[in-house]
């Protein structure tokens, strides 16, 4: 392949990466605010730093001990990739985090000095800092293991390092950020509400910084980390399929298929190639949604959402023959990135449509069967995005087998950084409601965030439909690519195929054990919530009983408490589920062999896909069902009354059930895969 | 084998039954106290005969439909055991709840003119009955169909047909009862508590009626059919399997193996002669219970429960070698006995032990953090039954193949008639104390009625433990049955055997597919109870509004109103859940083929599995930790305390959790597999 092609990833991240920086300094130039604003927005970057810093020296402990493991079993390159896997996950997480609280006061100001368009825009750049970063680093990285490793012999341990470097960070930023992030809601909500009954983001509560802190460290952090290591595991998993198929079964991606080095040659690079289009069409969408700021901020945001498949589509199908590539490779693509627009919309319609009003009805007959009702939600909303992964899937495999279910993968992750820009919009936008209400700012600021924040609220349903979407198109692609490692290791030292009937009583047991691991990380994420929480709501009770004054606004609370609290929550209660993630596969996959390693990442999956897409949607659900009551949606419900205290007891249980366990779920299953496939070659002969 | 052999299953089955005669008119003929006792007792037993026969016509109409059918595909024969399937079910359905519905007022009077443990007597032979009518039963219809048709060709296809016919009346009377009496003390508790604020089973609360009669609706018949089709299919598995097994593997179940045949014929007559042991060994149990009746209510039924597996297993270690059995049987069959026997203890403690402490500790900082912890445990719970049921298939696996897993699978029902009595206690115990609460009765009956509710609540959590475990390992047994009949097809047709590998595109896209089924039902079965327990919430409130005096109790309510509701309401809404339980898999078996089928088999098990023990248990824990505070485990909050609320919203979540959603996914996934088996012979080439 010429030079162009083996640099071009590596090009484009970087031209990501400028860009990123330039809208950094952009949103660091706008002014921010009056002392009050800013004494609050520092408070919150300072815990959130604070949070980071901490949480980076338990991950540094990890990343050494894990590096040197694999630095014994696999050798110091892979060992150096992993790390290198890692701290580009964590300098994105710092970037974005940096970026997202400048943007939050800054936004704040521009809502009460400037436009409404100018506070979107803000915001949105805020986001697009986080975007670019996730999606430039993870081009930087994986092109430049391409570059260096290219026709190796060890280019897939070095890739397989690579992002199990981005699934361990992922892994306990998603559960440490969702921990904390819940514990702070929760707590500082039951706290205000229930305790003291003064109303949200009141300065008076001294849990209500702790929780916009968490907005960042969850929303930010930790869904950049996550999203950032599905882009590197899908694109791997599809480099990794490329390596080791068998040569009868290569895909058809080009056009003169007669060389056969020369297309697998292909097959390992375009996953690469395709990434970089989209990060290119990323960049062009986010230019766009800058350029309509003075639009209707639902309509920037969705369209922003919508339009990466659309271009993204027409684009390979103009460029692929020109590299002499088929259009299957296309219409593969084109599989996963309209599928997962779709499972964003089906979102979108169980978490803001017609079944958030049944939830709200429901909560007229009190807390119970409010909470029955978004179950049920939940529940219902498994069905449609599966069946549209396995359409994704099936479209993809009837082009290119195995290899187009992985560039389905590919072609889903290809707006990542539209979708991270969206999503870091979020957080952004409620944090500067969060300092316009702490800061004593005219109601009218406090109504513009409002808006900017509901419509974050939707394209968040939006953007966590994606991403759990994703995750489960690249687990089926992991979960192909690590049988076929397997049984390239098995072929080369003379073995056949590994048998994996799902009859054989080691897949059986595999399936039946992988089903159990989900529901552990729910059950410990759960509770961590709830005990965190409960510490915070202790403390909260203590300062306004010991602090003269407080309750009446004349004595300052004492945030920091709450803020170390919850981190040292967070940092503990992570390590058993993000433990339980990767020593599991590891423990099957040495004592029981890979079959039953296989069958406990199938197992996984079917619970773990359905499990994440029910907690995620049902938590939708009620946060908006409460917010439609709070809107006037149920006539003679107004805030505060008995059906919408009940929709707060679903808010209050979906909160960990949306932003800690369900995405810790998803997460679960990506690094189990990961790490399978990392491990493969070593329990390959078992 | 000697005529003996071969009569013993119906000769047994026999026997109980006149046990159960004998015990049903022994409780017959006990006094069933004053007028006003025997007028509410008149209502419950008339709301529960009404509400049988309505959803009797309603199967009736199914099985002409489906009995049609398989006249069509599969022969007159087939249809003819069919429907005698389905009507034995039925058959032990309505013994059963006439036996609950005298025993229950014949308890509340020897609580108040005899002593507690004649009370428990009548409670006990009453559930008795049930029991053994369900085992009783059973044995005799497969003795039947082994009798009649052992060494003709179609003796498989009649007996899948036997069993679709148990599996489909499970079905429907177990979501149906479920909804029904979820619907109706959801309802009733709302209605009572909220709204007009009236203690539970106040005779003026229109509701109340409906709530007992919701009792033995849903745990008497519906639980009776959902066993006594646990006990079908895991005796049809094995026999099945035993069909169809390939030569090679026959399983090393006689010390002289040299005769092919005899082999295999022994093979197929075991699980009936293992299950006639469990029957005679429960009828002993059951008189053993009886006489120490005046012992501790909780010593006696738990140690029913315990008895069976050593009892079996010591048996079985006897007799196995006079038949020239191998011991590999007994251990087998021991596994799963007593793995049946530790999931019991398991869901025991997530029910009533240390868990329901948290979750009533959880609820004093309110609804929401006591549903999130409850959810915690519930999620907890999945783990160690799991465990369990992979170490007794292992184990069951190690010493007979997939053969002995399905021996397992009815080592665990062995004790079919005791576990039955003991779930059938229950609702005669609770259903006594309604009617001494609405009878008026001096307050010592009551609490003797509690204390017998309240053990019947405990050894009623081991008991669904027993049933959810039982299901699962029938599954593994069925799923394993289902394989190799295809596969037997398929060879006589000289083709090879189906390809199930993991990683080919159909079976993924079955266990896709498969793992949506379960949260389907799930949210099916959620909005059924929430709705229709909101229509009787509305016709409580109009009652209490348009009937004048009612509140004041110088009126009479109209509890028919509310039965006609609930029983409208069920019967209804357990027709689309119940669809998708038989269409799922007859859609994709004829449209993707066995393949896809399987995958979908696996999917719903790890799936399903897993959920129902999640709900039940959750349900179960938030019950019992409701019921905790109510006994002042939470010094300072006592009923009606704030924790106290919020405790009751989780166990109003938890009705539909643990009766009627959980229940329905284990039997969804028992179904699915039932079905496949059946029409495996019809899609095996495709």
Chains 1, 2 share one sequence.
Not at 15 to 37: C, D, H, W
Not at 133 to 150: F, P, Q, S
Not at 379 to 398: K, N, Q, R, T
Not at 597 to 608: D, F, I, P, Q, R
Request: proline letters at 4%.
């Amino acid at each position: 392949m010429d030079s162009i092609y083996l640099l071009s990833p590596m090009i484009a991240g970087a031209v990501g990466l400028v860009i990123a920086a330039f809208l950094y300094f952009r949103v660091k130039a706008q002014p921010s605010g009056n002392e009050t604003m800013n004494r609050i927005a520092g408070y919150i970057r300072e815990g959130s730093m604070a949070f980071l810093v901490r949480e980076y020296k338990v991950l540094a402990a990890y990343c050494l001990v894990v590096g040197a493991l694999m630095f014994y079993a696999l050798g110091s390159e892979a060992a150096l990739w992993f790390i290198l896997g890692a701290v580009l996950s964590l300098l994105a997480g710092f970037i974005g985090m940096k970026a997202a609280t400048f943007a939050n006061v800054r936004t704040t100001q521009a809502a009460a000095e400037s436009t409404k368009g100018n506070a979107l825009l803000v915001a949105l750049d805020g986001g697009a800092v986080m975007g670019l970063a996730v999606a430039g680093l993870g081009l930087l990285g994986l092109g430049a293991v391409y570059y260096c490793y290219r026709g190796t012999e060890h280019v897939g341990t070095i890739l397989h390092s690579f992002a199990v470097g981005a699934s361990s960070i992922a892994l306990f930023a998603r559960i440490g950020g969702g921990i904390y992030t819940k514990a702070a809601d929760v707590g500082a909500d039951i706290a205000g509400k229930v305790i003291e009954n003064i109303p949200e983001d009141d300065p008076r509560n001294p849990g209500v910084i702790a929780d916009n802190v968490g907005d960042n460290v969850g929303d930010v952090a930790g869904m950049g980390a996550d999203i950032y290591e599905s882009m590197v595991a899908a694109i791997v998993s599809a480099m990794a399929i490329a390596l080791t198929i068998a040569p009868m079964s290569l895909p058809q991606i080009m056009t003169d298929s007669s060389d056969v080095a020369a297309v697998r040659m292909m097959g390992v690079g375009l996953p690469l190639i395709l990434s970089t289009l989209g990060l290119i069409i990323s960049i062009v969408v986010i230019f766009m949604a800058r350029a309509l700021k003075n639009k209707k901020p639902a309509t920037v945001l969705r369209s922003s959402l919508m339009l990466p498949p659309v271009i993204l589509t027409i684009v390979s199908y103009i460029c692929m023959p020109m590299i002499g590539v088929t259009q299957n490779v296309t219409w593969a693509l084109a599989a996963g990135a309209f599928g997962g627009a779709l499972i964003g919309l089906v979102t979108e319609y169980y978490t803001a449509m017609k079944p958030i009003r049944l939830v709200a009805e429901a909560a007229q007959t009190g807390a119970g069967t409010g909470v029955i009702r978004g179950l049920a939600v939940g529940m219902e909303s498994v069905a449609l995005p599966m069946i549209i992964v396995v359409i994704a899937a099936y479209i993809a495999d009837a082009q290119l087998g195995l290899y187009g279910i992985a560039l389905a993968a590919v072609g889903m992750l290809a707006g990542t950084a539209v979708v991270m820009t969206v999503d870091a919009y979020g957080p952004i936008a409620d944090n500067a409601g969060g300092i316009s209400e702490m800061s004593g700012l005219d109601p009218k600021v406090r109504e513009i965030t409002d808006e900017l924040d509901a419509v974050g609220n939707t394209t968040a349903a939006i953007g966590k439909g994606f991403a759990i979407g994703s995750a489960i198109l690249t687990v089926v692609a992991l979960f192909s690519a690590f049988n076929m490692e397997v049984n390239h290791v098995r072929q080369m030292n003379g073995m056949g195929p590994m048998q994996l009937d799902l009859t054989s009583s080691g897949v059986l047991i595999g399936i039946l054990l992988g089903s159990i691991l989900p529901f552990l990380v729910g059950a410990t994420t759960m509770t961590s919530v709830g005990k965190a929480a409960g510490k915070i709501v202790v403390e909260i009770a203590r300062q306004f009983k010991e602090i003269p004054g407080l309750l009446q606004g004349k004595a300052e609370p004492q945030p920091a408490k709450i803020v170390d609290i919850a981190t040292s929550a967070a940092l503990w209660e992570m390590i058993l589920p993000g433990m339980v993630a990767i020593v599991a596969p590891v423990a099957i996959g040495f004592l029981m062999g890979p079959q039953a390693l296989a069958g406990m990442l199938a197992g996984g999956l079917a619970v773990g896909a359905t499990m994440s897409l029910f907690m995620a949607n049902a938590g939708g659900a009620w946060d908006n069902a409460k917010k439609f009551i709070e809107k006037g949606g149920l006539p003679g419900h107004k805030k505060g009354s008995d059906a919408h205290k009940a929709a707060v007891v679903g808010d209050t249980v979906g909160d960990p059930f949306k932003d800690t366990s369900g995405p810790g779920i998803a997460i679960l299953i990506k690094v189990m895969s990961v790490v399978s496939l990392l491990i493969a070659q070593l329990i390959a002969l078992r």
